[in-house]
């Protein structure tokens, strides 16, 4: 099997918590690809040919308006290793709790608003203060940042008291990391990564409108969910109808609907052993479940 066959199977299985790790990487990979093809080869005028140049975010509106598809491309861009490192790392930690707690198929509108409003906020303030004025040209912004922010603030807030073991800390709740990664951020403003810190804080801001609105049972940003699920479509297995069809008719009513309880009772359990001990008290087993679970709602 060639690799791209192996990768398009890959992609048809993961999930969307998945996806967004696989592209951010394969970004990665394919930009180090270009720098040092470019670098070997000593191309006059290489930054014609690279390409971070033509999706990461320019701050400056006369350049923005003809490269309107950076508000996007530009979250899921990377240079440096330990960039990526540490975006990824912090997205896995708490994109799985995302995923358990929330869902996975809502965690791709909410890595993606998020990004968006990292890039308004950024766009935004260095076209409003005067501070900027002289790097407004040529100031770009890239990195997963502003997204995995969004989606840290959103499951902090979600579930405040819930907490985590820290090296050296020992257990501390979400709401404190979310509020200590956004005020460290707003100090830092004034710093080296001015435009970064300030994209930061709106997909902070994002993020915790999201919970807020989905703790009063809402789910104000369903659409944008739906719209992206159309774009999965092309990377996902084609659903075999007969053979559901057929496996289904050889249930009958009764065993389909035991079988339905018994998954149900132990979904139940999970949740209630979460709410009596918290998450880390789980088995893997019974995170599994709950993993699984989220993934079909």
């Given at each position: 099997?060639?690799?791209?066959?192996?990768?398009?199977?890959r992609?048809?299985?993961?999930?969307?918590?998945?996806?967004?790790?696989y592209?951010?990487?394969?970004?990665y990979?394919?930009?180090?690809?270009?720098?040092?093809?470019?670098?070997?080869?000593?191309?006059?005028?290489s930054?014609?040919?690279?390409?971070?140049?033509?999706?990461?975010l320019?701050?400056?509106?006369?350049?923005?308006?003809?490269?309107?598809?950076?508000v996007?491309?530009?979250m899921f861009?990377?240079?440096?290793?330990?960039?990526?490192?540490?975006?990824?790392?912090?997205?896995?930690?708490?994109g799985?709790?995302?995923?358990?707690?929330?869902?996975?198929?809502?965690?791709t509108?909410?890595?993606?608003?998020?990004?968006?409003?990292?890039a308004?906020?950024?766009?935004?303030?260095?076209?409003?203060?005067?501070?900027?004025?002289?790097i407004?040209?040529?100031?770009?912004?890239?990195?997963?940042?502003?997204?995995?922010?969004?989606?840290?603030?959103?499951?902090s807030?979600?579930?405040?008291?819930?907490?985590?073991n820290?090296?050296?800390?020992?257990?501390?709740?979400?709401?404190?990391?979310?509020?200590?990664?956004?005020?460290?951020?707003?100090?830092?403003?004034?710093?080296?990564?001015?435009?970064?810190?300030?994209?930061?804080?709106?997909?902070?801001?994002?993020?915790?409108?999201?919970?807020?609105?989905?703790?009063?049972?809402?789910?104000?940003?369903?659409?944008?969910?739906?719209?992206?699920?159309?774009?999965?479509?092309?990377?996902?297995?084609?659903?075999?109808?007969?053979?559901?069809?057929?496996?289904?008719?050889?249930?009958?009513?009764?065993?389909?609907?035991?079988?339905?309880?018994?998954?149900?009772?132990?979904i139940?359990?999970?949740?209630?052993?979460?709410?009596?001990?918290?998450?880390?008290s789980?088995?893997?087993?019974?995170?599994?479940?709950?993993?699984?679970?989220?993934?079909r709602?």
């Amino acid at each position: 099997m060639s690799i791209y066959k192996f990768a398009i199977n890959r992609l048809k299985i993961a999930s969307s918590f998945e996806k967004i790790l696989y592209l951010n990487i394969a970004v990665y990979i394919l930009v180090n690809i270009f720098r040092v093809v470019l670098f070997l080869l000593q191309i006059r005028d290489s930054g014609t040919y690279y390409p971070v140049n033509y999706f990461s975010l320019p701050a400056d509106l006369s350049l923005l308006k003809y490269q309107p598809w950076t508000v996007i491309t530009y979250m899921f861009l990377h240079e440096d290793f330990l960039h990526i490192l540490f975006n990824m790392l912090w997205f896995y930690w708490f994109g799985k709790m995302f995923v358990a707690y929330i869902g996975a198929k809502k965690l791709t509108g909410l890595y993606i608003l998020g990004g968006i409003f990292g890039a308004v906020f950024y766009v935004t303030a260095f076209n409003i203060f005067p501070i900027f004025a002289t790097i407004l040209h040529e100031s770009k912004a890239l990195g997963a940042s502003a997204s995995v922010i969004a989606v840290v603030v959103a499951i902090s807030f979600y579930i405040p008291d819930h907490k985590v073991n820290l090296m050296f800390i020992g257990e501390v709740k979400l709401k404190y990391i979310a509020i200590f990664t956004i005020v460290i951020d707003f100090l830092s403003i004034a710093g080296e990564n001015s435009g970064g810190h300030i994209a930061h804080l709106g997909g902070a801001f994002f993020g915790f409108l999201y919970a807020m609105q989905f703790k009063k049972g809402k789910d104000a940003f369903a659409w944008f969910s739906k719209l992206l699920s159309g774009f999965e479509n092309p990377f996902r297995r084609k659903l075999r109808m007969k053979a559901t069809y057929n496996k289904i008719k050889e249930m009958n009513d009764m065993d389909y609907n035991y079988e339905k309880a018994k998954k149900q009772k132990e979904i139940d359990a999970v949740l209630d052993k979460i709410a009596k001990s918290g998450y880390d008290s789980l088995s893997k087993k019974e995170k599994d479940i709950l993993f699984n679970s989220s993934n079909r709602n």
